[in-house]
């Protein structure tokens, strides 16, 4: 199996992106630590990656608006304590309620997405960048929209904390280039039959999108050795072909 012996953290593991990524690398063998806030979301893709007969995943609690830099490090500890190293950290967890006018979103509605959507990957990175370079080859891969690149109107935090992260992620992968250790990569999924495309465009004709499982071949190109070397990238699951 592909990904054997590989430990893949993944936040938020029980969204459909999340969700999808954990089953489709846990059937390849890469043992994966379920993150989210909602316990009986990931008791669900907890059944279902069991149910498929693949590696036990492990569930962590983790609520990334209300986290503190204690509970990112504790995280760490507890990772390292268990495994070691670290070999992929998948970003798939988002804050998205509804297009918006900047100028009518709170201060709180302002924060939490900033918290969720872009100081939760980089606090989360930097915890975990010490065990990801304990592995002589490791993953980090980010989530971005599509639609973010032109900055529309009324995409609100969510659109800002977007746009920055893919800034944050080519960074990153500039600064950790020369190690040649750990990849950096930004996935854009693109228009899927998701729980967040639902919410965004309800009206939409969703048997017209692909669906979830489509993206598996992308999950396992950016964290299996089919990618390594390849980092500072954003690949679009829509022109995605190996």
Not at 59 to 71: H, K, M, R, V
Not at 148 to 162: E, H, I, Q
Request: hydrophobic content about 45%.
């Amino acid at each position: 199996m592909p990904l054997s012996k590989q430990v893949i953290l993944i936040t938020g593991a029980g969204g459909g992106l999340g969700s999808t990524a954990a089953l489709a690398l846990a059937k390849l063998g890469a043992q994966i630590i379920l993150l989210d806030k909602s316990l009986p979301k990931l008791e669900k893709i907890y059944d279902a990656v069991i149910a498929a007969q693949a590696p036990e995943p492990i569930i962590y609690p983790f609520d990334l608006n209300g986290a503190n830099e204690q509970d990112y490090h504790d995280l760490a500890l507890r990772i390292v304590e268990k495994y070691g190293a670290l070999q992929g950290l998948l970003h798939s967890a988002a804050e998205f309620k509804a297009f918006t006018p900047l100028s009518c979103l709170s201060s709180i509605e302002w924060a939490h997405g900033i918290n969720v959507n872009l100081n939760a990957p980089f606090m989360l990175t930097k915890v975990l960048l010490p065990i990801l370079e304990k592995s002589p080859y490791a993953s980090i891969v980010f989530t971005s929209d599509s639609a973010v690149n032109k900055a529309p109107a009324y995409a609100g935090v969510y659109g800002v904390a977007k746009i920055a992260l893919q800034g944050f992620a080519h960074i990153l992968a500039a600064e950790l280039e020369s190690a040649q250790k750990i990849r950096v990569n930004t996935l854009i999924p693109g228009p899927i039959d998701s729980p967040q495309r639902k919410r965004a465009y309800p009206g939409e004709d969703k048997t017209k999108l692909p669906d979830l499982e489509s993206l598996a071949p992308v999950y396992e190109y950016l964290f299996s050795s089919a990618s390594i070397g390849i980092t500072g990238h954003t690949i679009d699951a829509r022109t995605f072909h190996l």
